[in-house]
């Protein structure tokens, strides 16, 4: 089974941005449901990895060979859904089902459901355990694919990302990547004011990882940041993608309301105004 | 016990390379042979639990067998969220080992002691939970759990447990099926892992007092032999059952859930340790003794029953 690239240019990426954000607002608004702004901060993140970076086939989800991503910070699965839609691996229509009874679209992401899904998260500080063992086994069987891990800023609280970071290094998993989402602001407070991280990238280049600091919405910058970690090396690679939760809607941005509102009809028309497709303000 | 796991594991290994041993940093005197034969399957996580459970849920994702080890309470309570989430919701085949169960470790303590494990894990979604009474059981339930299709729970005692089953006399060994180790007509005794070689020693203190017992091993909590607790139980005065365990989710909690489902007409004396025991420190047997965990003590306890 040979994986595949999904190459999008610039332009495709960039329009991308936009539409995955009109589709997770769709979602968000008739679910009526929140995490908007968390799946606004982390959407271009992946739209890079999966349209300029990870190899799959959407026909094969399983396929031993595939690339694999964990979204840890499960809560902002809208994003994800979107973009494993757009990617092929079920039909668009199916994001109109989102948090419906019966639905494979759930409010964390469930292994396998929908297809792409590569693990069940939800609770933080699991992801990137669970990423560090598919590393390891990558190694182990000597298969040269990647592992992207994606968490949140506030999920570094969690001491068990701290335990999957020294193995990770300890077993010299160079195919692993963790990109933190960090938009510094948690469930109840800005990070700097609940456990503040920082010096952020410094933690993590003392536990023996290769650090990279992105801005998180640049598809530029980003591609860039996903193709240096793949670059030669024995060290795992923290990318810390600086972003802005709640991207892309005025209103939304950088509050910590969005964290739980859903979108009203007037904020829904709102919205969608402010998403249609033109250049995206970096 | 612990011995025998990794003796039999080694054969499963040699077969399966896709078999992964992971341990929290526990091992010493145990798996210098297994690592020096098998280098690439055997991985020391840290003193890292949590981590240890979702490494396992990735390797099992990517199409490994994976073995966790290390003494109950570490890898189980530590890092249960995990072993829900990770391993059980995610429906994988890893087979978590404790070694120590009930008051194996007396001298360590009460950190180090399992009196919850059963309980925790029957509740854990598609988690067979395992306690076998010998070392014939243990080899028998880690060749069962080595091909079983999703998380499993296996509890050890420590070391020199006796061997309690003659191999020629036993046909087969099934997880969920328990195990009938000697006839009597008066009562049924269930008894779970650790407290097996007891309840035989009972029952034979019993037969000095004229009191015929058939003692079964009950190695599988769950599924538990729902059919054959229900034969065990017909026609006996009493039902006893005994495990190195707290009061709440264990074996008598099992067969006590039976009993009250199925209307069964049976007197029942659960024998369990208690919720908490006023010993800091002391030998297995004397924890065990101090919990009224004995033959003598258990024996005497039926016999009052009986009486009433």
Not at chain 1, 251 to 265: A, G, R
Not at chain 2, 55 to 60: D, H, N, R, Y
Not at chain 2, 76 to 84: A, K, P, S, V
Request: proline residues 5%.
């Amino acid at each position: 089974m040979p994986s595949s690239l999904h190459p999008r240019s610039a332009k495709e990426l960039c329009n991308l941005q936009y539409s995955l954000r009109r589709d997770i607002l769709t979602m968000a608004h008739r679910s009526k449901t929140g995490h908007i702004g968390s799946a606004f901060s982390v959407i271009d993140i992946l739209i890079n990895a999966y349209f300029g970076h990870l190899k799959y086939d959407p026909k094969h989800p399983l396929a031993p060979d595939r690339d694999r991503l964990i979204l840890s910070k499960g809560h902002a699965c809208a994003a994800l859904y979107a973009v494993l839609a757009e990617a092929g691996f079920f039909p668009k229509q199916e994001l109109e089902t989102y948090l419906q009874d019966g639905s494979r679209l759930a409010g964390h992401p469930h292994l396998g459901s929908p297809p792409g899904t590569e693990a069940s998260t939800g609770s933080l500080g699991h992801g990137l355990s669970i990423g560090t063992g598919m590393a390891l086994a990558a190694k182990l069987d000597e298969r040269d694919n990647k592992t992207v891990v994606v968490i949140s800023d506030g999920e570094c609280d969690e001491g068990a990302v701290w335990e999957a970071a020294l193995t990770a290094r300890q077993w010299k998993l160079s195919s692993l990547t963790c990109i933190i989402d960090y938009n510094k602001i948690q469930a109840f407070g800005r990070t700097e004011d609940v456990v503040n991280l920082e010096p952020f990238a410094d933690k993590w280049r003392s536990f023996g990882w290769r650090v990279l600091e992105t801005d998180g919405h640049d598809c530029t910058a980003l591609l860039s940041a996903l193709k240096q970690s793949i670059e030669p090396s024995d060290q795992p690679m923290a990318i810390i993608a600086h972003t802005i939760k709640g991207k892309g809607v005025s209103f939304m941005e950088n509050t910590i309301d969005w964290h739980y509102w859903s979108p009203s009809d007037e904020h829904f028309k709102k919205a969608m105004i402010e998403l249609s497709p033109s250049p995206m303000p970096q | 016990m612990r011995t025998t796991f990794v003796r039999t594991l080694a054969r499963l290994a040699e077969k399966d390379p896709n078999l992964i041993l992971l341990t929290g940093d526990l091992g010493f005197t145990v798996f210098e042979d297994f690592r020096a034969r098998f280098p690439n399957q055997l991985l020391n996580v840290g003193i890292a639990e949590q981590n240890m459970i979702g490494v396992a849920a990735g390797l099992a994702l990517s199409g490994k067998r994976v073995f966790v080890y290390s003494i109950v309470p570490f890898v189980t309570f530590r890092c249960l969220e995990q072993i829900r989430n990770d391993l059980c919701h995610q429906h994988l085949p890893v087979c978590i080992v404790g070694v120590g169960g009930g008051y194996s470790y007396g001298h360590l303590g009460a950190t180090h002691h399992a009196l919850e494990d059963l309980g925790v894990m029957r509740t854990m979604p598609n988690m067979t939970v395992v306690s076998p009474g010998d070392p014939w059981e243990v080899e028998q339930a880690v060749l069962a759990l080595g091909t079983l299709n999703g998380p499993g729970y296996l509890r050890l005692g420590k070391n020199k447990e006796p061997l309690l089953h003659q191999p020629a006399t036993i046909s087969e060994f099934v997880l969920g099926k328990s195990i009938v180790m000697r006839g009597g007509d008066d009562v049924t005794i269930l008894a779970t892992g650790t407290m097996l070689e007891t309840a035989l020693l009972a029952a034979a203190l019993l037969e000095s007092k004229k009191i015929q017992s058939t003692v079964i091993s009950v190695h599988t909590l769950k599924p538990i032999d729902r059919q054959g607790i229900l034969a065990a139980a017909d026609n006996k005065k009493l039902l006893i059952t005994i495990e190195e365990h707290g009061p709440f989710g264990g074996l008598a909690d099992a067969i006590s859930r039976i009993i009250a489902e199925e209307g069964l007409p049976v007197q029942f004396l659960p024998i369990t340790a208690p919720e908490s025991i006023d010993v800091v420190t002391g030998s297995h047997s004397h924890f065990r003794s101090v919990a009224g965990l004995t033959a003598e003590k258990i024996s005497a306890r039926i016999l009052e029953r009986l009486k009433k």
